[in-house]
């Protein structure tokens, strides 16, 4: 069974900047990805970026190109997520993703389900002044 330990969530004031990190363990493949996706009180679910522990793909949501960084260590399991010029929008609870297989970034945040992803608890974000 695959585990999982978020952190790094917290309260920032808009223009901040936070850093997330999600190690898993519980498994012994190298073809795996990562990613994070968050959710805010009434909207849905959300891929924002994920990355391949196989090949390095990467993948950013629309909202957050160019703010957001995925980043991996094959090492240690780890995907970690800066997230830099927060905004208030970005307010969410943000969950790891793991999905097993040869996986490009894009797919786990596109079309989780299909490949049976699994979530962490989740990590509170709040943007605000």
């Known amino acids: 069974q695959v585990q999982f330990v978020e952190s790094g969530g917290g309260l920032v004031q808009p223009g901040g900047s936070l850093r997330l990190s999600c190690v898993v363990s519980g498994f012994r493949t190298n073809y795996y990805a990562l990613g994070w996706f968050r959710q805010a009180p009434g909207k849905e679910r959300e891929g924002i970026s994920c990355?391949?522990?196989?090949?390095?793909?990467?993948y950013y949501g629309d909202s957050v190109k160019g703010r957001f960084t995925i980043s991996r260590d094959n090492a240690k399991k780890m995907a970690t997520l800066q997230m830099n010029s927060l905004k208030p929008e970005d307010t969410a609870v943000y969950s790891c993703?793991?999905?097993?297989?040869?996986?490009?970034?894009?797919?786990?945040?596109?079309?989780?389900?299909?490949?049976?992803?699994?979530w962490g608890q989740g990590t509170q974000v709040t943007v605000s002044s």
């Open positions: 990355i391949s522990f196989t090949d390095g793909s990467t």
């Open positions: 993703a793991y999905a097993q297989g040869a996986i490009y970034g894009s797919s786990l945040c596109t079309g989780p389900t299909k490949y049976n992803a699994v």
